[in-house]
C-alpha cells in the first residue's frame, strides 16, 4: 500500500495533537481563554461602574448649574428691585428739591413784588408831596404855607406808606 503526502501530514498532526494533549496544551489554552474572557469581564465591570460614576457626577453638576442659575436669577431680581427703589428715592428727592427750589423762587418773586408795590408807593408818595408842596406854596405864601405844606407832606407820606 502506497501512502501519499497527505497521510504522512494527517498522522503527523494527529501525533502533533496527541503530544500536546499529553503535555496539558489544551489547559493552558483553556485557562489562557478563561483569563482573557475573566479580564474582558472586569473591563466591562469597570467600565460600567465609570459610566455609573459619571452619570452621578453629571447629575451633580446638572443640580449644581439649576442651583447656580437659580442663585444668579435671584441677584439679578434682587439688583433689579434695588435699582428701582433707588430711582424711585432719586426722582422722589428729585421732586422734593425742585418743589423746594419752587417754593424759594416764588417766595423771592412775592417779596420782589411788595419791594417794588413799596417803592411805587413811596415814589408816588414822594411825587404827590412834591406836587402838593408846589401847589401849596403858590396858593398859601409865608410861613404858614411853609408849615402847612411840611405838616401836609409828612401826613400824606404816613399815609401813603
Known amino acids: ?15 502533533f495533537v496527541g503530544v500536546a494533549f499529553y503535555f496539558g496544551a489544551h489547559k493552558m489554552v483553556l485557562s489562557g481563554l478563561d483569563a482573557r474572557g475573566k479580564a474582558i469581564a472586569d473591563e466591562l465591570a469597570q467600565a460600567v461602574k465609570l459610566r455609573e460614576e459619571a452619570t452621578a457626577l453629571l ?5 449644581k448649574r439649576v ?7 435671584k441677584i439679578v431680581a434682587e439688583a433689579r428691585a434695588e ?10 428727592r428729585m421732586n422734593d428739591f425742585v ?6 423762587a416764588e417766595a423771592k ?20 408831596a412834591k406836587a402838593s408842596e408846589i ?3 403858590g396858593a398859601v405864601p409865608g410861613q404858614t404855607g411853609d408849615e402847612l405844606v411840611h405838616r401836609e407832606i409828612n401826613d400824606l407820606r ?3 406808606n
Request: glycine content about 2%; charged content about 25%.
Open 83 to 92: 435699582a428701582q427703589r433707588l430711582a424711585a428715592e432719586a426722582a422722589d
Open 135 to 137: 401847589v401849596l406854596k
Open 99 to 104: 418743589a423746594r427750589r419752587t417754593k424759594q
Open 1 to 15: 500500500m502506497a501512502f501519499g503526502a497527505e497521510f504522512y501530514v494527517l498522522l503527523g498532526f494527529i501525533v
Open 67 to 73: 442651583e447656580a442659575d437659580a442663585a444668579a436669577a
Open 109 to 128: 418773586i412775592a417779596f420782589a413784588e411788595q419791594q417794588a408795590a413799596a417803592d411805587v408807593r413811596s415814589a408816588a408818595a414822594d411825587r404827590a
Open 158 to 160: 404816613n399815609r401813603l
Open 59 to 63: 447629575a451633580s453638576f446638572e443640580k
